[in-house]
């Protein structure tokens, strides 16, 4: 599909987009570049490229699709680096989990005959780095493609062809669409989950090792979204403020709600509450975006063996 596919960091998403891509014969030629040498050697080890670089002006040059797959606070410096090395015809995208932040980063240093076409795929796990990466990652999970107005169809139809066949379902909508939707979606329930585990650990009447020993389900699932790619995190909630401030206070007002339920020992309001959000739960299960099995059918064998 691609002669030469250019990966900037490959980390979890990064590694799992060069297995898939590999496996499914999708690129000729796969180019690998992250700024560090460790990571570099650890890719290498993974077989997961081809050609692999620390310099990101040289691994773009005659790749006719960059993906970035580093966080989003640094694309306006990557856009700056590779804008002027990129060929005629080179699909730029990413994978970051906001969208309008990129098309502001990216398109002021892009040449016009380079086509912008910011992706999210909506999977991943709270693990990071090379050896994270596993070709199935995509499976049945979706990519959110979010073109501007205008931009070139064929790109758009090309990178939905790829994503494909990493095996995601790939649906095409508005960048700012896309933030508000993933406020509310992931964004607020990372940043839920980062409050309580640290209330948690702050608090001083209970010691950690209690917090620890004693953790029930719901904090224990908490702790592993808390256990995400701090770096990451950062970027996504400065480049999706808006989104994120108007939800927080929408999701303030419920709590609120729901503190004066609890205070004036209103069950009905709590049950009626509990019921309605269980519901969402089957709703996400029959959409297939999540399991029914026990523990979430979270215990998923991660490859870490070498691509052959």
Same mark, same amino acid.
């Given at each position: 599909?691609?002669?030469? *596919?250019?990966?900037?960091?490959?980390?979890?998403?990064? @590694?799992?987009?060069?297995?898939?891509?590999?496996?499914?014969?999708?690129?000729?030629?796969?180019?690998?570049?992250?700024?560090?040498?460790?990571?570099?050697?650890?890719?290498?080890?993974?077989?997961?490229?081809?050609?692999?670089?620390?310099?990101?002006?040289?691994?773009?040059?005659?790749?006719?699709?960059?993906?970035?797959?580093?966080?989003?606070? #640094? &694309?306006?410096? *990557?856009?700056?680096?590779?804008?002027?090395?990129?060929?005629?015809?080179?699909?730029?995208?990413?994978?970051?989990?906001?969208?309008? @932040?990129?098309?502001?980063?990216?398109?002021?240093?892009?040449? /016009?005959?380079?086509?912008?076409?910011?992706?999210?795929?909506?999977?991943?796990?709270?693990? @990071?780095?090379?050896?994270?990466?596993?070709?199935?990652? &995509?499976?049945?999970? =979706?990519?959110?493609?979010?073109?501007?107005?205008?931009?070139?169809?064929?790109?758009?139809? /090309?990178?939905?062809? &790829? =994503?494909?066949?990493?095996? #995601?379902?790939?649906?095409v909508m508005e960048p700012d669409h896309h933030d508000m939707v993933l406020a509310v979606t992931s964004h607020i329930p990372h940043l839920i989950a980062y409050n309580i585990v640290g209330t948690a650990s702050e608090l001083e009447e209970v010691?950690?090792?209690?917090?620890?020993?004693?953790?029930?389900?719901?904090?224990?699932?908490?702790?592993?979204?808390?256990?995400?790619?701090?770096?990451? =995190?950062?970027?996504?909630?400065?480049?999706?403020?808006?989104?994120?401030?108007?939800?927080?206070?929408?999701?303030?007002?419920?709590?609120?709600? *729901?503190? !004066?339920?609890?205070?004036?020992?209103? %069950?009905?309001?709590? &049950?009626?509450?509990?019921?309605?959000? !269980?519901?969402?739960?089957?709703?996400?299960?029959?959409? %297939?975006?999540?399991?029914?099995?026990?523990?979430?059918? !979270?215990?998923?064998?991660?490859?870490?063996?070498?691509?052959?």
């Amino acid at each position: 599909m691609f002669k030469r *596919l250019c990966l900037i960091g490959i980390g979890l998403i990064g @590694s799992s987009i060069a297995l898939r891509a590999r496996q499914e014969g999708l690129a000729e030629t796969i180019v690998v570049s992250t700024r560090r040498q460790e990571t570099l050697d650890r890719a290498k080890a993974r077989n997961l490229g081809d050609v692999y670089t620390d310099k990101v002006s040289e691994a773009v040059q005659g790749a006719d699709c960059v993906i970035l797959c580093t966080p989003v606070g #640094s &694309f306006a410096s *990557l856009g700056e680096r590779i804008g002027p090395h990129l060929a005629d015809g080179c699909i730029v995208t990413d994978v970051g989990s906001v969208k309008r @932040s990129v098309v502001k980063q990216l398109k002021p240093h892009l040449p /016009k005959n380079v086509h912008l076409v910011p992706g999210h795929p909506i999977a991943g796990t709270e693990y @990071s780095g090379p050896d994270a990466g596993f070709a199935t990652l &995509f499976d049945e999970r =979706w990519c959110l493609l979010t073109p501007e107005q205008g931009t070139d169809k064929q790109a758009v139809e /090309k990178l939905t062809s &790829f =994503w494909q066949g990493l095996g #995601s379902w790939v649906e095409v909508m508005e960048p700012d669409h896309h933030d508000m939707v993933l406020a509310v979606t992931s964004h607020i329930p990372h940043l839920i989950a980062y409050n309580i585990v640290g209330t948690a650990s702050e608090l001083e009447e209970v010691t950690q090792s209690e917090v620890v020993k004693f953790s029930a389900s719901g904090f224990r699932d908490f702790t592993r979204i808390a256990a995400s790619d701090p770096v990451m =995190w950062r970027d996504v909630f400065l480049h999706n403020k808006d989104a994120v401030i108007e939800m927080l206070g929408r999701f303030s007002e419920d709590l609120s709600r *729901l503190q !004066r339920a609890v205070r004036n020992g209103d %069950g009905d309001l709590l &049950f009626e509450h509990f019921t309605k959000t !269980r519901d969402i739960r089957r709703g996400i299960i029959e959409a %297939g975006q999540e399991t029914d099995l026990p523990n979430f059918g !979270r215990d998923v064998v991660v490859d870490t063996e070498s691509n052959s």
